[in-house]
Structures are given as structure tokens and as C-alpha cells.
């Protein structure tokens, strides 16, 4: 008995001791992980910009400076038994808006979605001037054949909406190119917050993709689904697409732009589209 007694009470002892080292080690542990918190949290701050007071909008940042221009793009669903007549309704009235002085405005280019979501129309315009001169625009249509022309369109849609743009800086202008071409409209939902970090990548990345003089335009949103981009790309056929996509993986700096934007990105769209007859980007 007095051997098992002396064993119980080494036991004991052990076990106490145990314990208070399990204690100690996580009292231990939580001063650590704080001072290491506060060690990072400050090592962190050094790095983390500082919000200047004064800070222009990214749309100042970003848009060319030198003119004014603003962009609406449109997306038109049509019902798959209309397409046609849809079509010859605005091969007869949107080049007539266009060619007109009256109007501030230019059609940029016009087109059918080939691949992509189907029986879908999708026009671009130009307004030089900026917001007055749409505005005008606006305001002039309301006053003459156009609202027929909008009253028979709405027999054919199924929906529609549209998107007030900017064009990035560091992008061309587009303009009437000849065809025939097929187009590309890549449309991203960047994460708010992201657009001057994607168009300081975009802005290298660009110089990349003039080689071929695929890239008509950029674009990215002021009013209507905010924080989206819309890349405008030419090419001669889907094979021309493919060759000039692959070869940007061959020059320097490509793969690692990519790396750093697709993060930016939450979500992306591809539309392949044909032009109308009359879309001065043939």
C-alpha cells in the first residue's frame, strides 16, 4: 500500500505539472500570436497606400483627355421570326441618324451576334460632345420619324439594354475599317475597386495585341452595369482569331499580365458578331 500510495502521488504531481506547462505554453502562444499580429499589421502599413483627400474619379484617370467622346452601347433580343425584318428596319433607319449633321452623333458599328447569345443585335454609337450632345440627340429623335421607327422595334424585341461608355486612354479610336471581318465584343465584370489596377496592366498589355491590328476599341462603363469592360477585337475569320490569340502567348509580358488581371475579374463574356450591311466597321 505504501508503494501504491507514493505512485499515486508521483502521478499526481506528473499530471499537475503537465498542466500547468500546457497552460504556460498557451499563454505563451497567445503573447506570440499578438506580437506578431501587431509586428504585421505595422510591417503591412508601411506598404498600404495612403488615401490621398484629393483623388480624381477613374474616369478622369483613365479616359483620353483630348476629347470628349461618349459611347452607348446597345443590346437588342430579338425574337428569332423577326430577325430579318428587324435587320432591314435598321439598315433604313440608323444610317440615316448617322449621316445626318443634325445629329451630334456617329453609328460606330452594328452587328448580329453570331456566337454568343443568339437572335441578339448590337449597335454602337458615338457622341461627340459628350452628355449635351446626348442629350440633343435625345431630344431631336423624340420630335420625328424615329418614335416609329422605336414603336416597330418594340413589336420584335423580347428585351433590351444598354450602357453609357468611356474609352480608355491607351486604346485606338475606333473607326470604319474594311471587311470583311468578323468582330469580338469581350465584356468582364471586374470587381469594384480593380478598374486603374486593370488599366494600368491594359495599358502594357495593348502594345502587345497591335501587332495584327486586331484592336478596334475599349471601353468601360459609366451608366448601366458599372465596372464592366467591353474589348473590341477584328479579325478576318475564326481561324485569324485563334492564330492571333495563340501568338500573344509568344511575346514577352503577355502570360504575366494575364496572371494579374484574371483575378480583377468576376466575371467574362464573348460575343463572335457580323455586321449589318451598313456598319461602317465592315
Known amino acids: 500500500m505504501p508503494l501504491l500510495s507514493l505512485w499515486l502521488h508521483v502521478a499526481l504531481w506528473a499530471a499537475s505539472c503537465l498542466v500547468l506547462l500546457v497552460l504556460h505554453l498557451c499563454v505563451w502562444f497567445h503573447h506570440r500570436s499578438l506580437a506578431a499580429f501587431r509586428e504585421d499589421s505595422w510591417f503591412k502599413s508601411l506598404f498600404v497606400r495612403k488615401v490621398d483627400p484629393r483623388k480624381d474619379a477613374h474616369s478622369h484617370l483613365l479616359a483620353k483627355k483630348e476629347d470628349s467622346n ?15 425584318a428587324y ?6 433607319i440608323l444610317p440615316s441618324i448617322h449621316t445626318d449633321p443634325e445629329y451630334p452623333c456617329e453609328l460606330v458599328g452594328t452587328w448580329n451576334t453570331w456566337y454568343g447569345e443568339q437572335d441578339q443585335a448590337v449597335h454602337m454609337w458615338r457622341y461627340r ?44 479610336e475606333p473607326v470604319p475599317r474594311p471587311g470583311p471581318n468578323i468582330y469580338e465584343l469581350r465584356s468582364y465584370q471586374l470587381r469594384p475597386g480593380t ?17 495584327n491590328h486586331e484592336a478596334v476599341g475599349g471601353f468601360f462603363s459609366q451608366i448601366g452595369s458599372l465596372y ?20 500573344a502567348w509568344q511575346r514577352d509580358g503577355w502570360d504575366e499580365i494575364v496572371y494579374y488581371t484574371v483575378p480583377l475579374i468576376q466575371h467574362m463574356e464573348s460575343r463572335i458578331m457580323i455586321p449589318m450591311k451598313t456598319s461602317p466597321l465592315k
Open 70 to 84: 461618349l459611347y452607348k452601347i446597345q443590346f437588342h433580343n430579338v425574337k428569332p421570326e423577326c430577325l430579318d
Open 87 to 92: 435587320n432591314e428596319l435598321c439598315e433604313d
Open 129 to 172: 460632345g459628350g452628355y449635351p450632345a446626348l442629350t440633343e440627340v435625345m431630344n431631336k429623335l423624340r420630335q420625328n420619324k424615329f418614335m416609329d421607327y422605336r414603336s416597330e422595334r418594340g413589336k420584335m424585341l423580347l428585351s433590351r439594354r444598354n450602357q453609357l461608355l468611356l474609352e480608355f486612354s491607351f486604346w485606338n
Open 195 to 211: 478598374m486603374i489596377e486593370w488599366g494600368n496592366y491594359w495599358a502594357r498589355a495593348i502594345e502587345i495585341r497591335q501587332q
Open 228 to 247: 464592366t469592360v467591353h474589348h473590341l477585337w477584328a479579325y478576318k475569320d475564326l481561324q485569324s482569331r485563334e492564330d492571333t490569340r495563340n501568338a
